[in-house]
C-alpha cells in the first residue's frame, strides 16, 4: 500500500508491509458484524462517493466493493465499458480523470491490462484500489484468501498453501503468492509446465518459499489448503492447457479424499464445476471454505477502503 502525493493506493500485495497487512486482516476482522449485515452500517465514509470503474467483467469484487462501500456510509457510482463513453474510445485514463474531476473520493479500478491501476494512479490525486488488473495483481482477493484461511488454521506462519492451475494467466495466484510468503507461509504452485513457469518459484522475496511443481497427486497429503484456480480462456494464447487438464489437475472428490483430514479448500471463483473442482469437493462444509471467502470480501475491502480513504 504506498502513496503517490497525497494519496494512499492499494495497487498490490508485492513488496507490502508484513505489519500493514496484519493491521488490515485485524481490521477486517473487526468489521465483519457490519460487513455481514449484523450490525448496522457505520458513518465513516458518510458523504463521500466510491467511483468502481469496471472495464472487465465481474460478480464478486464489484458487488462487494458497493456493498463495503455502503457499509461504511459512502455512495457509489458505477463506470463500465458498456454503456459509457469507453465504448465510443474514451481511455481509461480520461474515463479516471472526469470521475476525479467530479469529486469522487477514490477509484476502485479493474482492467484486462496489467498496469492500468498503476497508471491511473500516476495521473488522479485521490486513492486508487486496484481490483484486479490483467494477469498481474487481484489484491484485495489476496488479502481475502489469507483472512479466511487464519480463521481456520488460526495462523498461516508455518502453513502450506498449494495454489493449482493456470497459475501463469492468474492475479489471484500472485497476490496470494505475495501475501502468504510474507506471513511466512511456504506456497507450492502445481500444474502444467505450460501454466506454471519454472521462474514463478523465484517472484518472491518471502520469507516463505514457493515451489514449482507438476503432480499434484504427490503433494496432495502434504498441503493445509489448496486452492483451485480457473482456466483464464480470456487470457490464453493457444496451445496451454493439456487435453488431459482434468484428469491431472481437477480436485476431484478422490483427490479430496487423500487430502489431510483438517485440510481446507479455497477457490476465487467464478468456478468452473467438473473442470477444475468436483461440486462434491466445492460443497463440502467440512473442507470448502469457499462461500466464507466471499463473506470475507466484504469485510476486507471495508478495510482497505477505510484505510485508503477515511
Ligand atoms: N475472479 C477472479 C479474478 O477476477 C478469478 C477468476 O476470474 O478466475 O481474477
Redesign the pocket.
Known amino acids: 500500500m504506498g502513496r503517490d502525493g497525497h494519496a494512499r493506493h492499494l495497487l498490490g500485495l508485492d513488496g507490502m508491509d508484513r505489519g500493514v497487512l496484519e493491521e488490515l486482516l485485524e481490521e477486517a476482522e473487526r468489521l465483519r458484524p457490519v460487513a455481514s449485515g449484523r450490525e448496522p452500517a457505520l458513518r465513516r465514509l458518510a458523504g463521500r462517493i466510491v467511483a468502481n470503474l469496471f472495464f ?1 467483467d ?1 460478480t ?2 464489484r458487488c462487494s466493493f458497493t456493498i463495503a462501500a455502503k457499509r461504511l456510509g459512502a455512495e457509489t457510482v458505477d463506470v463500465t465499458t458498456a454503456g459509457s463513453s469507453i465504448s465510443k474510445g474514451e481511455s481509461l485514463l480520461d474515463t479516471a480523470l472526469t470521475l476525479e474531476a467530479m469529486g469522487v473520493a477514490g477509484l476502485v479500478v ?1 482492467s484486462p491490462g496489467s498496469g492500468t491501476p498503476h497508471r491511473i494512479a500516476g495521473v488522479v490525486a485521490c486513492p486508487v484500489i486496484n481490483a ?1 488488473d490483467g494477469r498481474h495483481e ?1 489484491p484485495t ?1 489476496g488479502l481475502l484468501d489469507i483472512l479466511t484461511l487464519r480463521q481456520r488454521l488460526g495462523s498461516v506462519t508455518g502453513r502450506t498453501v498449494a495454489i493449482v492451475g493456470d497459475v501463469a494467466n ?3 495466484a500472485r497476490s496470494a503468492l505475495f501475501g502468504l510468503t510474507v506471513m511466512g507461509a511456504d506456497v507450492l504452485l502445481v500444474g502444467p509446465p505450460t501454466l506454471v513457469p519454472r521462474d514463478m518459484a523465484e517472484i518472491s522475496a518471502g520469507p516463505g518459499r514457493v515451489t514449482v511443481g507438476h503432480d499434484l497427486d504427490a503433494v496432495l497429503d502434504r498441503v493445509d489448503a489448496i486452492m483451485t ?2 482456466i ?1 480462456k480470456e487470457r490464453q494464447t493457444g496451445e496451454e492447457i493439456p487435453p488431459d487438464y482434468r484428469q491431472r489437475y481437477g480436485l476431484t472428490i478422490e483427490r479430496a479424499r487423500r487430502l489431510r483430514p483438517d485440510a481446507i479448500v479455497l477457490h ?3 468456478m468452473n464445476r467438473g473442470v477444475e473442482i468436483d461440486s462434491e469437493v466445492a460443497d463440502d462444509p467440512g473442507r470448502s471454505v469457499i462461500v466464507r471467502q466471499v463473506s470475507n470480501g466484504v469485510a476486507i475491502r471495508m478495510a482497505v477502503l477505510a484505510r485508503c480513504l477515511g
Open positions: 472487465e465481474s464478486r469484487t479493474r484486479g487481484h482477493q492468474s492475479r489471484v484456480l480457473r483464464q476465487p471463483g467464478p
